[in-house]
């Protein structure tokens, strides 16, 4: 801890009252951690969160409207997403994972580095649109992360790994899935239906593949786990942009 952190905790305190955050402070004590065998490799986990893999994508009232309107916008997203792919390669870049960097792991950036990325508002308006009034102004985007098109190459493999906490979640829009595509999180895998959404915890061990011909490509958007409460959210976003600035992450 620091005094930017300690600072940081006592102003969410102050606001939300005594006690409001004493997950947190449990979890950056690691002998208090409880933690299923399958998320052994993740950095931190908030303790007292349900330890499922997989959620339904509707079971969250405050998930289920970004879900919904993705779903609905999918015609168009795709659409979208094509003329990006063959006009404006370039926005495409190498997937950068904490663990790696694949080069068969294309990424669209809409939101990076705690801010939207405005260029994306012109290539690919629909997802844009959605993200900014569904996730972005409710709140329920995780700062944190990002989101981003998901694009797997033919052959692509995305190796077996945890992230890095389970105080977020990652929603999966599916917007073009070619045969011989699939995701395994803990002990289930699951393949893709094109224009539907899947929901699971990363903190699992989670790999994913496309063996088939064509790219693959889901729209992934990092969002608080339902399941924190405000005052958490808040001192998360603290501690790990702390964090990253002592680390010189920002």
Same mark, same amino acid.
């Given at each position: 801890?620091?005094? /930017? ?11 939300y009252?005594a006690g ?11 002998a208090r ?7 052994k490799?993740a ?7 349900s330890?499922?893999? !997989?959620h ?13 309107a993705? /779903?609905?916008g ?5 659409e ?5 792919w ?8 190498d997937?950068?994972h904490? %663990? ?5 792991w ?10 939207? =990325?405005?260029?994306?508002a012109?290539?690919v ?12 102004r ?5 700062? %944190?992360? /990002? ?16 992230d890095? !906490? ?15 595509c ?9 393949? !893709? ?5 899947l ?5 699992f061990e989670?790999?994913a593949?496309n063996?088939?011909?064509?790219t693959?490509?889901c729209?992934l =958007?990092?969002? !608080?786990?339902? /399941?924190?409460?405000?005052a ?17 992450d920002?």
């Open positions: 801890m620091t005094p /930017e952190i300690d600072d940081a905790f006592e102003a969410v305190e102050k606001r009252g409001s955050i004493d997950r947190v402070r449990q979890m950056l004590d690691p951690q409880e933690r299923h065998p399958l998320q490799d950095k931190w986990i908030l303790p007292g969160l330890q499922k893999p !997989w339904d994508p509707y079971e969250h009232p405050e998930i289920a409207p970004v879900v919904r993705f /779903e609905a999918h015609a168009d997203i795709k979208e997403l094509a003329t990006a063959s006009r404006s390669r370039p926005a495409f870049t997937y950068e904490y %663990l790696s960097t694949q080069s068969d294309q990424a669209l950036y809409l939101f990076r580095a705690g801010a939207p =990325v405005p260029e994306s012109q290539i308006p629909t997802a844009y649109r959605i993200l900014d009034e569904y996730a972005l409710t709140g329920i985007h995780c700062p %944190l992360l /990002e989101s981003h098109f998901s694009t797997l190459l033919p052959g692509a493999v995305v190796k077996p790994h945890c890095l !906490w389970n105080f977020s979640i990652n929603l999966h829009l599916a917007v073009d899935i070619p045969e011989g699939g995701i395994k999180v803990a002990d289930e895998a699951r393949a !893709w239906v094109e224009g539907e959404c929901l699971f915890d990363y903190s989670h790999e593949w063996k088939g011909d064509g693959r490509t729209l =958007v990092d969002l !608080w786990h339902p /399941e924190t409460t405000l958490e959210r808040a001192a998360l976003t603290a501690l790990i942009t702390e964090i990253r600035l002592l680390l010189g920002l």
